[in-house]
């Protein structure tokens, strides 16, 4: 590769704007030398008058690439856009070993590359019970039962008749940074913390479908949402969230419609609640006097404490944040500025205030929140940081608008010990070491 | 739930349907549902089993149907760790008695079953009669479940060999569930009033900003032959940037990327056979219904015709091989589809 030799300022990117192998090689390899030269050649290059350096220029100034000396492809050549080739590393992946069945399991999202708040719809996480299905949604219907005056049927033209709402919200699986309870078990931030997305939804409060129906809000305290998929899962949710207006029955997703994998055509948004009671392919609401004790609120979503009891119906995801660049599995190109960049998020509300430290936790330093800061939303932190080169422990520390702020694992693992699987929402933690390599590690 | 007032309901929906109340905020939106319909969906069971069917099922009868139905997931008596958590094990006859499963304390069985978690037996009736089996959910009448749920039963020693479960005893079968006394609701993740601590935190932190503490303690990180389990973390990470993803696998010969973007043949080959629904049996290093492909691969290695012989059963099925679950014809797959499929797998079966 011509980067070595044609190198005219500080450490600089190839041609094609990527490290080759041999260079990441390299820069494994001897992380000191490889530095040593590029700053070598940087100070050389900064003596040198601009002129003389035209004579031996970057190659992609030099060589004028095939984008500009050549016609490009007219408009709908895609008509569904896609992403640049370029950025097929960036897509929804699996942790081997974590499941057995493709049906029963759950992708993440790639959040070490992703930006803002918004997740792109085809690189939500996804976690199915029994398979995903493309529901037609002609045949698609809602039944509302139970404790309602009217037990009615709804279409999907009824629904897009009715007067919509959008708004953003995160959604997390409770069993979200599960893997890492007791120790690190995962490289990177897509499999410690992907299970986690961030998307305007729209749709029909579900409170104006129980007036509709004439629910009886006083004896039916609780809902069922029950899905159209072949597990037909079920969750039991408060009637208090649905009287606030939060919950809605959504259709649509970014703009779009629902993707399959997040319940085309209709699920049930649950603001601020794991990601399991925001039942996909919502077939039924059941209005009820007690909860359900499905399998998912009996079996699976129970939260086993050190006493040796479960927790049960433990379903708001409490203030979290993670820091997705530097993160885990990822190597600084040089020393010199850094954004540390991450994103935070509280089931109670908007987030307050995030707080990083690169020391490990010994003093911290407060972040710029980014707008939009949203209840129950994802809200990007930015903070600027310069390394120099020497190891540092980076965190982020949520604080949420109640006061409650993000726990240490020691502090976390005092009250529920380290095999409750759901609910990890501990300061996460990516130690940097001299060569720029990044790595997952806990502190107490 | 809410069977016990179907025939009020029904009596009360054909006054509803033309009186004032109903439907009447949104105007043609909506339309009553029939009590056929109501029945046909609302097929919950809850713990005070409220939505429960009239039925009965031996747990002889829940044998030969768990055999047929649910031992190529579950194993035979519900122990197989192959394809999903067992449901059975870990249970004693002094956690009938108390209703806590006192491994769950100890910590003494290496995996958490089903019952040692659930705590009523409806979540069992219902999840059965709406899931189950695996591929054919919603398949099983009452008497059916009830035989099923029967020999889970007395797999897990709550009764005996010649029970017969029913709708007039399951309630007395609730008060012997091994884990019936072991769920809490005192905690503060709830968010409504009719649980729970009116949502108090458990944990307390304290937004400190400077000398927070005197030393880090590091407690754990990636030991280094987990580095390369999620494959190449270079590959996973942005081209561009202030970062790179970390080379943590070294590119397999021949299957190096030609470019940024053009998916690998492995990638193509696990890409047509997860379209194709083949993994939904065959694992590539795992054993699902069916064998893996790393496994297949192995057993025909260096044999001379693998490849047409491989396709033809593929094509028409096959049975016997890999043990007594047949695996049907695949007729919609393509004749070039399946040779790709085969090739890549008696190359190796690389997962990318």
């Known amino acids: 590769m011509a980067l070595q030799d044609e190198r005219p300022g500080r450490l600089r990117r190839a041609p094609e704007n990527f490290l080759t192998q041999e260079d990441i090689q390299a820069v494994q390899a001897g992380r000191r030398s490889f530095m040593r030269n590029a700053f070598v050649a940087a100070s050389a290059a900064m003596g040198a008058p601009m002129l003389a350096r035209a004579a031996s220029g970057d190659s992609a100034i030099m060589n004028l690439p095939p984008w500009s000396t050549s016609l490009g492809q007219p408009v709908a050549a895609r008509p569904y856009g896609l992403p640049s080739k370029y950025e097929s590393n960036l897509v929804r992946r699996e942790s081997p070993g974590l499941t057995r069945v493709g049906g029963s399991s759950v992708s993440f999202a790639p959040l070490q590359g992703l930006f803002g708040i918004i997740t792109p719809s085809g690189l939500h996480f996804e976690r199915h019970h029994q398979g995903w299905h493309d529901v037609d949604p002609g045949k698609h219907r809602l039944m509302i039962n139970g404790l309602v005056k009217t037990q009615a049927i709804f279409t999907m033209d009824d629904l897009l008749r009715l007067p919509g709402v959008s708004r953003i919200h995160f959604i997390e699986c409770g069993a979200n940074t599960g893997m890492e309870w007791g120790n690190v078990a995962v490289p990177t931030v897509q499999y410690s913390h992907g299970m986690l997305s961030c998307s305007e939804f729209t749709g029909v409060p579900l409170r104006d479908l129980l007036e509709q129906c004439g629910a009886d809000f006083k004896k039916g305290r609780y809902v069922l949402a029950e899905g159209a998929d072949g597990s037909s899962m079920t969750r039991t949710i408060p009637m208090e969230l649905i009287e606030s207006g ?199 | 739930m809410s069977r016990f007032s179907k025939t009020v309901v029904a009596a009360l929906l054909a006054g509803c349907a033309l009186g004032a109340h109903a439907l009447d905020r949104y105007p043609g939106l909506g339309r009553v549902a029939t009590a056929e319909e109501v029945k046909a969906w609302d097929i919950d069971v809850r713990p005070d089993f409220v939505g429960l069917p009239k039925g009965s099922g031996s747990v002889d009868d829940g044998a030969d149907i768990f055999e047929n139905k649910c031992a190529s997931c579950h194993g035979s008596f519900g122990e197989s760790n192959e394809v999903f958590t067992p449901l059975v094990g870990g249970t004693t006859k002094e956690d009938v008695q108390t209703g806590r499963v006192k491994a769950l304390v100890t910590g003494s069985f290496p995996q958490r079953t089903t019952f040692m978690k659930v705590p009523t037996i409806s979540t069992l009736f219902d999840y059965i009669q709406r899931a189950m089996p695996w591929t054919a959910p919603k398949s099983l009448k009452p008497d059916e479940v009830y035989a099923v749920l029967a020999y889970l039963l007395n797999l897990a020693e709550v009764v005996p060999a010649d029970f017969v479960l029913s709708d007039q005893n399951i309630r007395d079968v609730q008060n012997l569930m091994p884990n019936r006394n072991g769920m809490s609701t005192d905690h503060g993740m709830w968010p409504g009033r009719g649980m729970g601590n009116g949502g108090k935190p458990d944990v307390k932190n304290v937004a400190c900003m400077k000398d927070c503490k005197t030393e880090v303690k590091l407690t754990s990180s990636l030991p280094e032959y987990a580095q390369d389990a999620h494959g190449n973390l270079a590959d996973q990470n942005r081209l561009v940037g202030g970062v790179r993803g970390k080379q943590t696998v070294a590119p397999a010969e021949g299957d190096e990327k030609a470019i940024a973007g053009q998916p690998s043949t492995n990638a193509i080959a696990t890409a047509l056979a997860t379209e194709k629904g083949c993994m939904a049996c065959h694992g590539v290093a795992n054993k699902i219904v069916g064998p893996s492909y790393q496994d297949v691969a192995a057993k025909y290695k260096g044999q001379d015709g693998a490849e047409a012989r491989l396709v033809a059963k593929v094509k028409s099925g096959g049975q016997g091989v890999w043990g007594a679950i047949p695996m049907p014809a695949q007729s919609h797959v393509k004749d070039e589809e399946i040779s790709k499929l085969v090739q890549w797998i008696l190359s190796g079966a690389k997962a990318q």
């Open chain 1, 246 to 444: 939060e919950v809605m029955v959504a259709y649509g997703q970014n703009g779009e419609m629902l993707r399959p994998e997040n319940g085309y055509p209709l699920r049930l948004i649950v603001p601020g609640v794991q990601g399991v009671s925001w039942v996909k392919w919502l077939r039924r609401i059941e209005v009820g006097d007690k909860p359900w004790g499905a399998k998912d609120e009996a079996v699976h979503y129970v939260d086993l404490m050190p006493d040796g009891t479960h927790r049960q119906y433990s379903s708001i995801q409490e203030a979290k944040s993670v820091i997705t660049s530097p993160s885990g599995g990822q190597i600084l190109l040089a020393k010199g500025f850094y954004n540390i960049t991450g994103l935070a998020w509280s089931g109670r509300g908007k987030i307050k205030q995030v707080d990083v430290s690169t020391d490990g936790g010994i003093n911290w330093r407060r972040a710029r929140l980014e707008s939009p800061v949203l209840s129950k939303a994802l809200t990007r932190f930015n903070i600027d940081w310069v390394w120099d080169g020497k190891p540092v422990i980076l965190q982020s520390r949520a604080m949420d608008e109640t006061g409650y702020v993000q726990p240490s694992y020691g502090q976390l693992r005092a009250v529920r010990g380290t095999k409750s699987i759901y609910h990890n929402n501990a300061i996460q933690s990516w130690k940097i070491n001299e060569s720029g390599e990044v790595g997952n590690v806990q502190v107490l």
